[in-house]
């Protein structure tokens, strides 16, 4: 098992910037890749950015150059850092995990409201 919990979701103005940092606990091991997904009113939940043990990424097209997904060494913490922000990124961001086992993302966090006001 693995747990996954978020932090760091809060109100900001459009063009400003926020850090998101999620922490993993458990059986990461069995965990190749980490990811940032995020679900807006009405909407399906998206997918934001993915970051593998080996450290290549991939960004919605939405996202480019705008935010960074990163971990730390240990691989255990894993930040969304996302700047010149704008209303439609808007959302609950949850951070998700997948495993080597199934090939799926598995495991998810409970989310962090980011509200960009304009």
């Known amino acids: 098992q693995v747990q996954l919990v978020e932090s760091g979701g809060v109100l900001v103005q459009a063009g400003g910037s926020l850090r998101l940092s999620c922490a993993a606990s458990?059986?990461?091991?069995?965990?190749?890749?980490m990811g940032w997904y995020r679900q807006a009113p009405g909407k399906q939940r998206e997918l934001v950015a993915h970051?593998?043990?080996?450290?290549?990424?991939n960004y919605a097209d939405s996202v480019k150059d705008r935010f960074t997904i990163s971990r730390d060494a240990a691989k255990i913490t894993v930040y969304l850092q996302m700047n010149s922000l704008k209303p439609e990124d808007t959302a609950v961001y949850y951070c998700?995990?997948?495993?080597?086992?199934?090939?799926?993302?598995?495991?998810w966090g409970q989310g962090t409201q980011v509200t960009v006001s304009s």
């Open positions: 998700a995990a997948r495993r080597w086992a199934t090939g799926k993302f598995d495991y």
């Open positions: 458990g059986s990461m091991c069995s965990i190749y890749t």
């Open positions: 970051i593998t043990t080996g450290g290549s990424t």
